[in-house]
């Protein structure tokens, strides 16, 4: 078993081992009543919390799998689940899925009586090193993702590394976008693992990218300052997940937006060329794309713009100087970012 503590405030640990839902009962204790958020592919796997809680009144909601469940009426929905359940200050919620039901119930536990208890217990590679360690929680709405949202740190996260032997080769591939992304911004060694042979070094890939951003987070909680390197790849990815109605996995778009984030260093004479050759190698490596479609650039600029990173309008991006050495671009001139869009189109 190991333990990755996770600063705050407040703190809290996230338990990467096989078999980690054992550990449920220590971090619920206290709670009258339970309620379990989970994927609704994931019915039987949400049964195994009653199992570990047999002395604890667990309600069992299931929700769309995807970004379709973050929607400000299934919101509403948990909400009355909630008051029926009884659900109060000293109880909690248990959230089993991916990044789409931790989003989802971390916020409704963010906004229940002003917050209660969450345990996240992610069950995809993305949810398990990305969407479930931090904090953020959100829905999304018509003018785009996650603009409505709050930081709620949850109270565990419970990541079991047995889940990794049968996660289908699809969800594999849309969680390494965010495992890569550790890699380029922080951790060299990742990148070296994947290349070596992803799904031989699944365990310690976890573990170093979790690691890394328990150490961002616990170092910038609320995204103040440091915290914005874990956005590489999200401005673009944010928008084309947007165009794309949510039907193009969150880690294909951060893959594609990675790719543009290098080519615009390149062009603003922030990183040297090559990056984004990098970048294409290694993604293409374990099957994500590397480029999108023609004639989308206006649309996604317009997108780009309600990007929370966004100031005064004006937008800002997170980019490499080089392999692990994360920099900011400021309000980059439209025809700059044309012109990597362009490279993006092409490539």
Do not use: C
């Not at 592919?41 to 009653?50: I, Q, S, Y």
Request: charge should be negative.
């Amino acid at each position: 078993m190991t333990t990755i503590r996770v600063a705050g405030p407040p703190p809290y640990d996230v338990v990467v081992a096989p078999g980690a839902l054992n550990t449920l009962p220590s971090v619920v204790g206290g709670a009258r009543a339970v309620v379990v958020v989970a994927d609704a592919r994931l019915a039987e796997r949400a049964k195994e919390v009653p199992r570990q809680l047999p002395d604890v009144d667990v309600t069992i909601e299931l929700v769309p799998s995807g970004e379709q469940a973050k929607t400000v009426g299934r919101l509403e929905r948990l909400w009355e689940a909630f008051a029926d359940a009884g659900l109060s200050r000293s109880d909690a919620v248990v959230s089993v899925g991916g990044g789409a039901t931790t989003d989802l119930a971390g916020f409704a536990a963010a906004t229940w009586m002003r917050g209660v208890r969450v345990v996240h217990v992610p069950t995809t590679l993305l949810a398990m090193v990305d969407a479930a360690v931090g904090g953020k929680t959100g829905v999304n709405t018509a003018a785009g993702k996650n603009l409505v949202g709050a930081f709620h740190p949850p109270a565990a996260v419970l990541v079991d590394l047995d889940v990794l032997s049968t996660l289908p080769d699809a969800e594999w591939i849309n969680g390494m976008a965010e495992v890569v992304k550790a890699g380029f911004i922080a951790d060299k060694g990742i990148l070296d693992l994947v290349r070596d042979g992803a799904r031989a070094h699944a365990s310690e890939l976890v573990e170093r990218s979790i690691a890394m951003k328990a150490a961002v987070v616990s170092e910038d909680p609320t995204e103040a300052g440091r915290r914005e390197i874990l956005n590489y790849g999200h401005t673009l990815g944010h928008a084309i997940e947007r165009r794309e109605e949510y039907r193009m996995p969150h880690g294909h778009a951060v893959a594609i937006g990675m790719v543009y984030a290098a080519e615009l260093a390149e062009l603003s004479g922030t990183a040297q060329p090559g990056l984004a050759r990098s970048h294409r190698d290694l993604l293409s490596t374990v099957g994500l794309p590397t480029s999108y479609g023609a004639g989308a650039f206006d649309e996604l600029y317009d997108a780009m713009r309600l990007d929370k990173k966004a100031r005064a309008g004006r937008l800002r991006f997170v980019v490499l100087a080089d392999i692990g050495e994360p920099a900011r671009l400021d309000d980059p001139d439209r025809e700059l970012l044309a012109t990597a869009y362009e490279r993006l189109v092409g490539s």
